[in-house]
T-cell receptor
């Protein structure tokens, strides 16, 4: 089993759609979790941190299920500017950061 | 203002010719990371420093070395670059002492090996 696994994608959705990405992790001792977005040929930028059961920031909601070792990202009312690759990142332990392979999202007019 | 700076942004080297990539930060973070990212793949952690303590990933080739002379700077040395080392190299920092361990990434150095 991979340490961090994500939906392979790609996701192609119309503007205004709601889309959800899933991510599972293998280390039950992992303490912190993140969603980053990465635009083509750019560095990853933090979208959301997930420290408890989840949190919400505008159109974005992240949820954490420790029992199932699963985190999700929900994007409501998709915008064209949401098109990017979304990376799930898990701090396995002691700064051992592991990235998922990323899920590519394209929002179409 | 840039918080994590990488130089150069683009580096071209020849097969087998040593190259050094530079990362500096103005955040005074105690942890610095180096990642390798190949096209359409996720960033892969090579190693990280927690203060002066070096933590190497088990599968990082010996060809890759790192130095952290002070809090602000960290270098990635590739001793004998091969064609397979062509990639984007990302530096990131985080502050272990804070309640969050969010990583802040630099813009990356794109390495081409001829």
């Amino acid at each position: 089993r991979k340490e961090v696994e994500q939906d392979p994608g790609p996701f192609n959705v119309p503007e205004g759609a709601t889309v959800a990405f899933n991510c599972t992790y293998s280390n039950s001792a992992s303490q912190s979790f993140f969603w980053y977005r990465q635009d083509c040929r750019k560095e990853p930028k933090l979208l959301m941190s997930v420290y408890s059961s989840g949190n919400e920031d505008g159109r974005f909601t992240a949820q954490l299920n420790r029992a199932s070792q699963y985190i999700s990202l929900l994007i409501r009312d998709s915008k064209l500017s949401d098109s990017a690759t979304y990376l799930c990142v898990v701090n396995m332990l002691n700064n051992d950061m592991r990235f998922g392979a990323g899920t590519r999202l394209t929002v179409k007019p | 203002d840039a918080m994590v700076i990488q130089n150069p942004r683009y580096q071209v080297t020849q097969f087998g010719k040593p190259v050094t990539l530079s990362c500096s930060q103005t955040l005074n973070h105690n942890v610095m990371y180096w990642y390798q990212q190949k096209s359409s793949q996720a960033p892969k952690l090579l190693f990280h420093y927690y203060d002066k303590d070096f933590n190497n990933e088990a599968d990082t080739p010996d060809n890759f070395q790192s130095r952290r002379p002070n809090t602000s700077f960290c270098f990635l040395d590739i001793r004998s670059p091969g064609l397979g080392d062509a990639a984007m190299y990302l530096c990131a920092t985080s502050d272990q002492g804070m309640s969050t361990d969010t990583q802040y990434f630099g813009p990356g150095t794109r390495l081409t090996v001829l």
